[in-house]
């Protein structure tokens, strides 16, 4: 591997003091104009806006569920003892997390009665069946690299 160059090191540098910049032009904008965008945009009659408002933190259990699913996966277990108390802990965030999503589907948010035990059974069963799609994959495409 060689060092970059004078040149290249300041096309880099170039890069990121124009992120920096246009970052802190638009903040300086939306801090501006926040409330009159917000008044501009705000509807209460709105499909989307209640949509939102019922089940508008979905995608981020789906997300997070689908996470500590592949770090469940991921997991070494060439010191299984060692290994052990972080997997239980990552394993009841999913439990926890999976729990949520399907509570939230059946309209916790919404204050519907909710079945305790079948969104539990959901849960794991949920985090049981992403496990058993996730060994599927091999490993090499479930790993994050730079």
């Not at 992120?19 to 009159?36: E, N």
């Not at 979905?58 to 052990?84: D, F």
């Not at 108390?85 to 999976?98: C, H, K, M, Q, Y």
Request: net charge positive; glycine share 4%.
């Amino acid at each position: 591997m060689h060092p970059k160059s004078s040149g290249q090191r300041v096309k880099e540098n170039a890069k990121y003091y124009l992120l920096i910049c246009t970052w802190v032009v638009l903040a300086a904008v939306f801090a501006a104009y926040d409330l009159q965008i917000s008044q501009t945009i705000y509807n209460p009659a709105s499909v989307w806006a209640h949509y939102f408002e019922d089940y508008g933190q979905v995608p981020g259990y789906t997300i997070s569920l689908i996470g500590a699913n592949i770090l469940i996966c991921l997991r070494e277990w060439k010191k299984p003892l060692q290994n052990l108390p972080g997997t239980v802990f990552i394993l009841l965030i999913a439990v926890f997390i999976s729990f949520l999503f399907w509570a939230d589907l059946q309209g916790m948010q919404i204050s519907k009665d909710i079945s305790l035990p079948l969104t539990l059974a959901l849960a794991i069963l949920s985090i049981i069946g992403m496990q058993v799609w996730l060994s599927s994959i091999p490993r090499e495409k479930l790993r994050f690299s730079y």
